[in-house]
């Protein structure tokens, strides 16, 4: 069974959007790569211990106007 022009035209279509432009994959793996290494300079950038600068004081104050009994 030879393909028809219906079969022929849809790997077409499908190869232009594949390949066709400026390289749509090219594009999506070289903007899947940058996000991953973004990902990993995160992952680096919180295993440093933080200056005592940096810290910052949550605990609330402990009221000292109330008598305990």
Known sequence: M?????QIL??????????GGRGRISNIM???????????KGLKD???PADK???VNITPKKDETKSSS
């Open 2 to 6: 030879a393909p028809g022009w219906m």
């Open 10 to 19: 849809l790997v077409a279509v499908v190869a232009i959007l594949l390949f």
């Open 30 to 40: 070289g903007d899947m790569a940058k996000g991953i290494g973004a990902f990993r």
């Open 46 to 48: 919180d295993d440093k």
């Open 53 to 55: 600068d940096e810290l």
